[in-house]
Every structure is written in C-alpha cells, then in structure tokens.
C-alpha cells in the first residue's frame, strides 16, 4: 500500500468523525513515507481535533522541518503551542517568521495571543496595535482583535485607548453588540456616566443579549459608583499625554484661554505688591499659569498628572520644581504656601470637598486660594458635561471652603475659554486661610 492510499483512508475517516481510525492511517502513510508533508500535517490536525496540542505541534514540527519555507506549517505549530499553553515556544517561532515577513497578518495575530499568554501585556498591546492598523478587516472573527485590543487596554489603565479603537468601527458597523459592553465598560473606567448608559444603551438597541448586560453592569455599576468624585486619572494622564504638543497653540490661539490673566488680575489687587510668594501650581500643565504668577513668586512648584505636561513646563524653566502626580499628593507635604493656584483643573474633578481640605492644610497662615471653575447654575453640586469636564455651582464651592475653614470671597462671573467656538461660562474664586 501507497502512503497516498493510506492518507486518503485517512481523510475518510476524519470526515467521518473517527479520529483514532484517521490517526492510524496517517501514521502509515507517514510510515511509508517519512517525507510526507501532507501526512505529518494530517496527523497534526487530528492530534488538535481531539485536544492533544502538544502532540499536535510536534507533528506539525515534521511539517517545517521538511518544507522550512512554509510559512503555514510555523503558524499551525505555533497555533498548536499556544493552544497547549507553551506561549514562550509559540511566541519564538512567531518572532522568527515575522523577522521574515513583516507582514504576514496571521502570524501577528497569534504573537498578540502569545503574548498575552505569557502576561506580557505591553507587547501585546503593540502586535494588536499594529494590527488594528494593517488588518484590512479587522471586524473578522467576530471582532476578536479590536475586542482584544480594547480589553487589555482597559486592564492596563489606558481606556481611553480603547474607545479610539472601538468607536470608529462600531460607527461602521464592523463588531458585535458586545463590542457596546466593552466601550461602556471603557467609559466607566474613564469615569464617564452620560458615555457609559449611552454605550449600555445602544447594546440593548443593538439587540444585546440582556444576560451578558447584567453580568457586565455590576463592573460598569461599581466603577460608576467612584466616577463621581472625577475623571479617572489614567484618562486624564493619557488626555493630556497626547495633547501636550498641541496644547499651548490650541488653548491660547484657538479656544482664547484667558485664566491665567484673569487669575493674576484677581490676585494684584490683593497682594499688596508682594513678590515673595511661595506659590504651588496644581495642576500645572504646560506652565501658563505659572508664567503668569511667576513675577509674583520666591518658589514656584507644579504638580500635574501628565509626564509629557510636565516636559513641556520644564523646558519652559520657570518653576523651582516639578512632579508628576495628583495634585492632592502636591498637598500632602507641610503648610508652606502662600499661594496655591488651580487654574482650569478643577474641571477634571466632581466632589471639591476634598480638594479645599488638602488645600486649607497646605496653606501657610493667610495664604490665598485662586483657582477657576465651570459654571454650573443648576441646584446640584457639580455636573460632568458634554465635553467631559465638570461644572460646580457657586454653592458647592461655598460648602467645600466653609467645610474646609477658608474664607471665600463672592467668585467672580468670568469667559475661561471658548468650547466650539463659543464662550464657556465660568467663575473665578480667592479663598483666604485664617
Ligand atoms: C486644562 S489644563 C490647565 C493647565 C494649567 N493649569 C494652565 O493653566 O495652563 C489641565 C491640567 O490639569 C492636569 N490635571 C487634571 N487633573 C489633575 C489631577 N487630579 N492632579 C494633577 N493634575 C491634574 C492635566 O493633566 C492638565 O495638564
């Protein structure tokens, strides 16, 4: 007997359903012709049929050692590996054919999987990266790399990477409903409600399954729960991370920033002529503020969320210091401030309770408060809005100054910026410690 006869028995009995009768016939035929690449391929594929991917791998091994240039063989022995939990094994061969050709979308595709296998979790986010980018269809497989994608980022803090990814393509119509969970769940994580119950609801529209919604909505429920003491950190790092370039330009020629003007004017009335100031900039950014209040200051300290921020106001070489972090771990250290300024920052937060409280300890004896708000004219305390950037009431900052024991003046109606072309509606506040 020929090894094709005994391969062709051995198709029989795999369309047939009996793999074990397939796998004898293919260790004949590989038997009578060790050389067979369709035989080891065969007796590969009915190792993987039944769940035995090690095996599976060594035989579809035979496979690329006979015909090394197939690029087929060294994905399904890759494919194999993987799916037996060998990452490291799959994850080698992968490298190698991609060191080869750059391009080849599968072998990409099973890398990513590796490597979030092994936990490796940056290099998966670059494999799914470069795909979402080469993958001309990127909805295939029901989404699974986009979906991929965005769970990972997700997981490693950076959400709003995971919107980019999906909105476009849930806009085209390209990914399951469960691609609506997903962006609800990202929106959550940013700490977005209107986002989040808009992505939940365009699930159900989309004809959701209601059981998967629920299970989903206890993680979307308990992250909305903190959603609105502000926006969540990763978010406004990687919002500002990605803005830095462009922000200076942007605010100042395009959107008419006018606070730190207004904040200087506002404070010159009321410092006598002082230049002595040591002022901390909460929330510093590029530095506009603090070029403004510099003239003012003996030491001038920033604190921002965003490392790329903070690049920029160094090159700038006008502050005595710089951190990246929350501004209240700018507020931690002891009550040395004569001025503490929060210009255009306190937008990103709900509740500022706390804020006013980490300030009034922060502040040395008669040290002022300047910051700005949105205005918010409804009787809550704050409203996350449209643009993602909160608006607080005049009582709100009423309550938190009083909780916090400063002395707020009457804030001031003021133009921030413009939003869309249009002026924002803002309040300007001094608060002073006792
Ligand atoms: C609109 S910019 C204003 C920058 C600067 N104050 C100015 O007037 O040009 C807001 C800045 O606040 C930072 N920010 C937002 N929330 C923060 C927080 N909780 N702690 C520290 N920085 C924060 C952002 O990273 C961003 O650089």
């Known amino acids: 007997m020929a090894d094709s006869t005994a391969l062709v028995e051995g198709h029989r009995c795999r369309e047939r359903g009996d793999g074990r009768a397939a796998a004898i016939w293919y260790q004949r035929a590989v038997g009578f012709a060790p050389g067979n690449v369709e035989a080891w391929v065969a007796l590969g594929d009915v190792a993987a049929d039944s769940g035995r991917n090690r095996l599976a791998a060594l035989h579809y091994r035979r496979a690329v050692r006979l015909e090394p240039a197939s690029s087929l063989w060294r994905r399904l022995q890759a494919a194999a590996w993987c799916r037996a939990g060998d990452a490291v094994a799959a994850a080698a061969l ?185 002022v901390l900039d909460l929330g510093c950014g590029t530095g506009l503020a603090g070029a403004a209040v510099r003239p003012l200051a003996r030491v001038l300290s920033g604190i921002d969320l965003s490392p790329r921020m903070i690049d920029k106001a160094r090159q700038r070489a006008i502050y005595d210091a710089l951190a990246v972090g929350d501004l209240q771990e700018g507020l931690a250290g002891a009550a040395i401030w004569d001025l503490i300024l929060a210009a255009d920052v306190l937008v990103y937060l709900g509740d500022l309770t706390p804020v006013f409280a980490g300030v009034a300890r922060a502040l040395a004896p008669g040290g002022l408060f300047a910051g700005t708000v949105e205005r918010l004219d409804a009787a809550a305390g704050w409203q996350l809005g449209e643009s993602r950037r909160f608006a607080h009431s005049v009582a709100h900052l009423r309550q938190a100054a009083a909780a916090a024991g400063l002395d707020l003046a009457d804030p001031a109606p003021i133009v921030p910026r413009h939003d869309r072309g249009q002026p924002v509606s803002g309040w300007l506040f001094v608060a002073a410690a006792r």
Request: glycine residues 10%; hydrophobic residues 45%.
């Open 94 to 278: 992968l490298q190698g054919l991609l060191g080869e050709r750059p391009d080849d979308i599968e072998a990409l595709r099973l890398l990513a999987d590796a490597w979030r296998q092994m936990g490796r979790n940056t290099e998966a986010l670059g494999c799914y990266r470069e795909l979402l980018g080469l993958d001309p269809d990127p909805g295939r497989d029901a989404g699974a790399v986009p979906l991929a994608f965005a769970e990972l980022a997700i997981g490693e803090g950076d959400p709003l990477a995971a919107i980019e990814a999906l909105e476009p393509l849930l806009a085209r119509r390209c990914l399951p409903a469960t691609a609506w969970l997903t962006l609800a769940r990202a929106w959550a994580a940013v700490g977005d409600t209107i986002k989040t119950r808009d992505a939940v609801t365009r699930y159900h529209r989309d004809g959701g399954d209601p059981a998967a919604a629920a299970a989903a909505g206890d993680a979307i429920a308990a992250v909305l729960a903190k959603a609105d003491s502000g926006l969540a950190p990763a978010y406004v790092r990687a919002l500002f991370d990605r803005y830095a370039d462009r922000f200076d330009h942007d605010l100042v020629g395009t959107l008419h920033y006018q606070v730190p003007a207004l904040l200087v004017g506002a404070l010159t009335t009321r410092l006598d002529g002082r230049r002595d100031l040591r």
